[in-house]
């Protein structure tokens, strides 16, 4: 089959008549498609999914932002991989333009000279993992599925193959063959060998994580998992228990591991669908060293690996901020509460929806607690919900009494005493932006100020979910 041939029978078999790698379904498809043909799926579609960073990746209103990536790779003198696959370290001297260029957020016709002398324009730069590749189903999603499984099977070699600590060197064949029996896993050595030749940073990521585990943990013939069919059965007792709490949590927020560590013990455990007992599950055998849920996060190449434990029962999550006010103009369309600390932004972060509270301080920086999120703190602390988003953006587009009569309450309570007449034409001067937004977040700050016994737990259960440690997360531990 020629590549025209193997196009156009992958595009005749699509739903739409032409594939999209942000599609699963086609995804799957071209993946079919490949294995009959003795291909190396993996690879291909990988390779498909790389794309390159341009100045619209770095203005785009994300967390982390990916300027603030860029720039911090290079103070700290970390390699950035290019479209060719090569890695490159920026010299900082002969790049200070551009550097200065990055600083003031002007990301046009940006020029970098690596340690080499090489000049390399932005679109030469490949958009990895740390710049927010991946979002769709083609690209990082698959990375991601790779390397929590390279992370299995480096424990694998640790636990049993070595007896020790491991090294990057490790990380081959040889090894993983034989570490095979003890993962259960949804990649393959071929993918993890690949992935890791392609992105090579993570041989000496994946060794430190794996270490400090092994510090951590003595073994308690542990197989290692990632997407198995077991981690599948504690997913679906929350996924239940929580359709009985009523709330919409989304599965990181109650336990974000990526890898477990499971002891034969498990094996025919049946847990529990009420959440309160659950959450008591998990912690208990994690105290007993029999199921270790790890999240995993890429740790520099100059940094040592470090851990944090989330959801300990033993540890009561307090209330360490507390509510201190809010600030707000009548031109701005962002609310901004204001804690002992930092403050919390308030506002739509896709124009006229996609409400948002966003951490500005040293404490879960730059994380964010959506409307759903939002939502679920209040019915647990017995509080109004807030309006739904869908219905409020159709109130303002129509011009809902009962809507603009609210806001205007709001805005005369909260941001200035305003009369009915001043406030209507301020009203119709403002986008539907503004108005959505303001409508939301003064909302939200209607709940604080209307209930000040409540605030500071509203406020810290907002700080614990931006950490997927919210009350009713269950126990974990961060590899960083």
């Given at each position: 089959?020629t590549l025209?041939?193997?196009?156009?029978?992958?595009?005749y078999?699509?739903?739409?008549?032409?594939?999209?790698?942000?599609?699963?379904?086609?995804v799957?498809?071209?993946?079919?498609l490949?294995?009959?043909?003795?291909?190396p799926?993996?690879?291909?579609i990988?390779?498909?999914?790389?794309?390159?960073?341009?100045?619209?990746?770095?203005?785009?209103?994300?967390?982390?932002?990916?300027?603030?990536?860029?720039?911090?790779k290079?103070?700290?003198?970390?390699?950035?991989?290019?479209?060719d696959?090569s890695?490159?370290?920026?010299?900082?001297?002969?790049?200070?333009?551009?550097?200065?260029k990055?600083?003031?957020?002007?990301?046009?016709?940006?020029?970098?000279?690596?340690?080499?002398?090489k000049?390399?324009?932005?679109?030469?730069?490949?958009?990895?993992?740390?710049?927010?590749?991946?979002s769709?189903a083609?690209?990082?999603?698959?990375?991601?599925?790779?390397?929590?499984?390279?992370?299995?099977?480096?424990?694998?070699?640790?636990?049993?193959?070595?007896?020790?600590?491991?090294?990057?060197?490790?990380?081959?064949?040889?090894?993983?063959?034989?570490?095979?029996?003890h993962?259960?896993?949804?990649a393959?050595?071929?993918?993890?060998?690949?992935?890791?030749?392609?992105?090579?940073l993570?041989?000496?990521s994946?060794?430190?994580?794996?270490?400090?585990i092994?510090?951590?943990?003595?073994?308690?013939?542990?197989?290692?998992?990632?997407?198995?069919?077991?981690?599948?059965?504690?997913?679906?007792?929350?996924q239940t228990?929580?359709?009985?709490?009523?709330?919409?949590l989304?599965?990181?927020?109650?336990?974000?591991?990526?890898?477990?560590?499971?002891?034969?013990?498990i094996?025919?455990?049946?847990?529990?669908?009420?959440?309160?007992?659950?959450?008591?599950?998990?912690?208990?055998?994690?105290?007993?060293?029999?199921?270790?849920?790890?999240?995993?996060?890429m740790?520099?190449?100059?940094?040592?690996?470090i851990?944090?434990?989330?959801?300990d029962?033993?540890?009561?999550?307090?209330?360490?901020?507390?509510y201190?006010g809010?600030k707000?103009?009548?031109?701005?369309?962002?609310?901004e509460?204001?804690?002992?600390?930092?403050s919390?932004?308030?506002?739509?972060?896709?124009?006229?929806?996609?409400?948002?509270?966003?951490?500005?301080?040293?404490?879960?920086q730059?994380?964010?607690?959506?409307h759903?999120?939002?939502?679920?703190?209040?019915?647990?602390?017995?509080?109004?919900?807030?309006?739904?988003?869908k219905?409020?953006?159709?109130?303002?587009k129509?011009?809902?009494?009962?809507?603009?009569?609210?806001?205007?309450?709001?805005?005369?309570k909260?941001?200035?005493?305003?009369?009915?007449?001043?406030?209507?034409?301020l009203?119709?001067?403002?986008?539907?932006?503004?108005?959505?937004?303001?409508?939301?977040?003064?909302?939200?700050?209607?709940?604080?100020?209307?209930?000040p016994?409540?605030?500071?737990?509203?406020?810290?259960?907002?700080?614990?979910?931006?950490?997927?440690s919210?009350?009713?997360?269950?126990?974990?531990?961060?590899?960083?």
């Amino acid at each position: 089959m020629t590549l025209d041939e193997l196009l156009l029978e992958w595009s005749y078999r699509t739903q739409k008549g032409y594939p999209s790698l942000d599609n699963p379904s086609d995804v799957h498809i071209l993946k079919t498609l490949l294995e009959k043909l003795d291909l190396p799926s993996g690879t291909i579609i990988n390779r498909m999914s790389e794309v390159s960073l341009n100045p619209g990746e770095l203005r785009k209103d994300r967390t982390p932002n990916r300027a603030e990536v860029f720039l911090k790779k290079i103070e700290n003198d970390e390699e950035f991989e290019l479209m060719d696959g090569s890695m490159i370290v920026i010299d900082k001297e002969q790049s200070a333009d551009s550097i200065q260029k990055l600083k003031d957020k002007d990301f046009n016709k940006l020029i970098f000279t690596d340690t080499t002398g090489k000049q390399l324009k932005l679109n030469q730069f490949k958009k990895t993992e740390e710049f927010g590749a991946g979002s769709g189903a083609g690209g990082g999603s698959i990375d991601t599925r790779i390397m929590e499984s390279a992370h299995c099977f480096g424990l694998a070699i640790a636990y049993y193959v070595k007896g020790e600590k491991i090294t990057k060197d490790d990380l081959v064949r040889e090894n993983f063959e034989q570490a095979q029996p003890h993962v259960d896993v949804d990649a393959t050595i071929d993918e993890i060998e690949e992935f890791l030749e392609r992105k090579s940073l993570w041989y000496e990521s994946t060794s430190k994580a794996v270490n400090k585990i092994y510090d951590l943990f003595s073994n308690n013939n542990f197989k290692f998992h990632r997407g198995s069919e077991q981690v599948k059965t504690i997913y679906t007792a929350w996924q239940t228990a929580k359709k009985t709490e009523g709330l919409k949590l989304m599965d990181d927020k109650w336990n974000p591991a990526d890898i477990w560590l499971i002891s034969p013990k498990i094996q025919d455990v049946t847990f529990s669908n009420d959440l309160k007992v659950l959450n008591g599950e998990i912690s208990n055998f994690y105290e007993d060293n029999d199921l270790i849920g790890i999240s995993l996060k890429m740790i520099g190449k100059k940094a040592k690996a470090i851990s944090k434990v989330f959801g300990d029962p033993n540890i009561p999550p307090g209330n360490e901020y507390k509510y201190e006010g809010y600030k707000t103009t009548s031109k701005s369309s962002t609310v901004e509460i204001q804690y002992t600390g930092g403050s919390i932004t308030c506002r739509n972060f896709s124009v006229e929806t996609g409400w948002s509270t966003e951490i500005k301080g040293k404490a879960a920086q730059g994380g964010k607690c959506g409307h759903t999120g939002v939502n679920d703190i209040l019915k647990l602390n017995g509080l109004t919900l807030l309006p739904s988003q869908k219905n409020t953006l159709n109130a303002f587009k129509t011009n809902d009494e009962e809507y603009y009569n609210k806001l205007f309450y709001l805005f005369d309570k909260f941001v200035e005493n305003i009369n009915n007449k001043d406030f209507k034409k301020l009203y119709d001067e403002k986008p539907l932006s503004w108005k959505t937004s303001n409508f939301m977040g003064l909302e939200f700050l209607e709940r604080l100020e209307d209930n000040p016994k409540r605030a500071d737990e509203v406020l810290n259960d907002v700080m614990r979910y931006a950490s997927s440690s919210t009350k009713i997360s269950s126990q974990f531990i961060k590899i960083s």
